[in-house]
């Protein structure tokens, strides 16, 4: 029998965050990953990349022990209850904020009440290598015993959690750690803080429990701003709650998933760094925050991209690091990576390709944000224009598409992006908030959407195809139903081309003979039924919604990727376009429901 190699299970983990890192947390009470102290960071804490030197952060009770979990509701504060044979006791993590928003540094507060007998547990602070990048360190400040690894600084602080001296002139592991138990009504506090190149700040315990207390009645003030009431409503606030994580408060930028390098497949090699701001994912983030009429991110977002877009112009790239400047290289790390599956990376090679379906989606969201009753800056609305002009022309060229494909090709997914561009840009232009030559964007606009139904339409298959010439198919034409591209028999037909094709039961791979490389999409599966509402075939899209939601995890989080066969997930996580197409599906059924169906819910 094949033995499974170390490693949790990817659906194990859970998600912190406080709008500057992410911490992974799994059922056994271990964080096995925490960049610190951003998320693009190389990780000091990264055991979910490299089982022996990567680095965690344990606390678990001594004896057997069965736990349970779930968010504190509508927050991203988690609780776990482990129960012994001798006593049952919980923990509340939180990546703790401040009094008016995000710590100035990094506060991952761990807070452990007794509630019947006693339970001992064990605690354990091993900073990692920086995936093989640095040796950590014990410094001795004064009183004080200070972690130290590159030019990150961290300290250990508590109230009763029983830390054990430590030498730091010892030869053993360069590791903090102690022992508590806990009794009926105690409370243990345990809090790991972290700066980065500046000056250290020791919390007070007394004042962090008070801090996880805030955080929690922050998250739930911000739940009350959250509007939507529909189907699927846990779902889709879990889902925003999730993306709410992958927020970069300090600049507004929206990263595409919390990791790096988690596999697409057992094979490997399809290992990417997701800790990027693309603009196709920042637009429909940024649609669904407009939805739920969450105005700060919305504004935050959308004047990040416009402002990084000018400022790194003329060309409009497909991603931008967090901070806002142009993605370096990619760097490969000497690490086995999740369950011994290579390569580790930072860094991503999509930056410099052509991708034509990103002028759809940045001139879409912002028309979705004046539509939403805003007003564009005069530089913004120069860059619309010209970005429209540039469509008219660039339509024509051969792209990587959607997928970051080596082949360049005329997808045809990137042809209905270039449509939407213009008809977007057109309708700005009606409204007075760009100014150009409207009558050219018409006109270009109708010669692509001519030129896609007679290239990229095959008879045969009943379906638009990925490229002309090609009997491939590719899902990606699914978010064109949305657009307003195609919302009638041919599109229908096509939802049913490639149902055949790549799905596996309600999930969909994505793009023909790609099942060989990887699992299936889940953010796929949710066009399709965002797709099937579109052309109104709204009770297969109910259907396909109620199987889909009972993808995620215990916490309700998603991967990129699902395992067809067991369910297992794989890729990065959470992965914001996979919780934005869930919620988009559950936003697009609501809105096109038949008006009996309005009338039943």
């Known amino acids: 029998m094949t033995k499974t190699p170390p490693g949790l299970p990817l659906r194990d ?54 736990s349970s979990r779930s968010y504190v509701e509508k927050t991203n504060v988690l609780e776990t209850t482990f129960t012994t044979a001798s006593g049952v006791a919980r923990v509340t993590d939180a990546m703790v904020t401040g009094v008016a928003g995000r710590l100035p540094w990094a506060e991952f507060a761990r807070r452990v009440d007794g509630l019947e007998g006693a339970v001992e547990f064990t605690w354990r602070i091993s900073p990692g290598t920086m995936l093989g990048t640095r040796s ?63 000056p250290l700040r020791v919390p007070d315990p007394a004042k962090v429990d008070e801090g996880i207390d805030r955080t929690i009645d922050s998250w739930l003030t911000w739940s009350d701003e959250f509007s939507y009431e529909g189907p699927w409503s846990e779902q889709v606030q879990r889902s925003a709650l999730a993306l709410k994580l992958l927020i970069h408060s300090p600049t507004g930028a929206i990263a595409a998933a919390a990791t790096t390098s988690l596999p697409e497949n057992p094979a490997g090699g399809k ?38 877009i000018r400022e790194l112009g003329p ?27 290579g390569p580790v ?10 991708q034509l379906g990103i002028y759809g989606d940045l001139i879409a969201i912002s028309r979705t944000y004046v539509d939403d009753g805003n007003l564009l800056d005069v530089e913004t609305a120069r860059l619309l224009a010209k970005v429209a ?22 997808y045809t997914s990137s042809k209905m992006g270039c449509w939407q561009a213009l008809t977007d840009a057109i309708a700005l232009a009606d409204d007075a908030h760009i100014n150009g030559d409207v009558a050219r964007w018409r006109a270009e606009r109708d010669r692509i959407h001519d030129w896609t139904d007679a290239h990229c339409w095959s008879e045969d298959l009943a379906s638009y195809v990925m490229h002309p010439g090609s009997d491939r198919l590719d899902a990606s034409v699914l978010l064109h139903a949305p657009s307003g591209f195609d919302r009638g028999q041919r ?5 049913d081309a490639l ?11 994505r793009y023909s003979g790609v099942a060989d490389e990887e699992h299936t999409f889940v953010a796929c599966a949710f066009w399709r039924v965002s797709a099937l509402a579109c052309v109104g075939r709204h009770d297969e899209a109910v259907a396909a919604m109620g199987a889909l939601v009972t993808q995620t995890n215990d916490v309700g989080l998603l991967a990129e990727m699902v395992a067809a066969g067991d369910g297992a997930f794989w890729g990065n996580l959470p992965q914001g376009l996979s919780h934005l197409a869930l919620i988009n599906a559950a936003l697009m059924i609501k809105d096109l429901a038949p008006k009996e169906a309005h009338d039943d819910q």
């Open 13 to 66: 983990y859970a998600a912190l965050g406080d709008g500057r890192t992410v911490a992974l947390v799994a059922p056994n009470g271990r964080v096995d990953w925490l960049p610190l102290p951003n998320l693009d960071s190389v990780p000091v804490f990264a055991r979910i990349l490299d089982e022996e030197t990567g680095g965690s952060v344990e606390l678990v009770p001594r004896e057997a022990y069965e």
């Open 136 to 198: 950590p360190w014990l410094d001795r400040v004064g009183e004080h015993t200070i972690i130290r690894c590159g030019q990150l600084s961290m300290a250990v602080v508590g109230s009763d959690h029983g830390p054990a001296s430590s030498d730091p002139t010892s030869a053993d592991p360069a590791e903090l750690h102690g022992h508590f138990a806990t009794t009926a009504g105690s409370r243990h506090l345990l809090v790991l803080t972290a700066t980065e190149g500046e």
């Open 271 to 308: 290992n990417w760094d997701y800790r990027f701001a693309w603009i196709r994912d920042l637009a429909y983030t940024a649609h669904s925050l407009t939805w739920f009429g969450l105005r700060e991110e919305t504004h935050a977002a959308i004047s990040w991209l416009l402002r990084t």
């Open 315 to 341: 060309d409009v790239l497909v991603m931008y690091s967090l901070g806002g400047s142009t993605c370096a290289g990619v760097v490969e790390y000497d690490v086995p990576g999740w369950r011994g599956i």
């Open 345 to 354: 990376v930072t860094g991503n090679p999509a930056q410099g390709q052509l």
């Open 389 to 410: 002009d540039k469509v008219c022309d660039e339509w024509r060229s051969r792209d990587a598409g959607m997928w970051e494909l080596e082949d360049e090709q005329h």
């Open 491 to 495: 599109m229908s037909s096509t939802i």
């Open 499 to 509: 149902t055949r094709e790549l799905g596996a039961g309600h999930l969909l791979y």
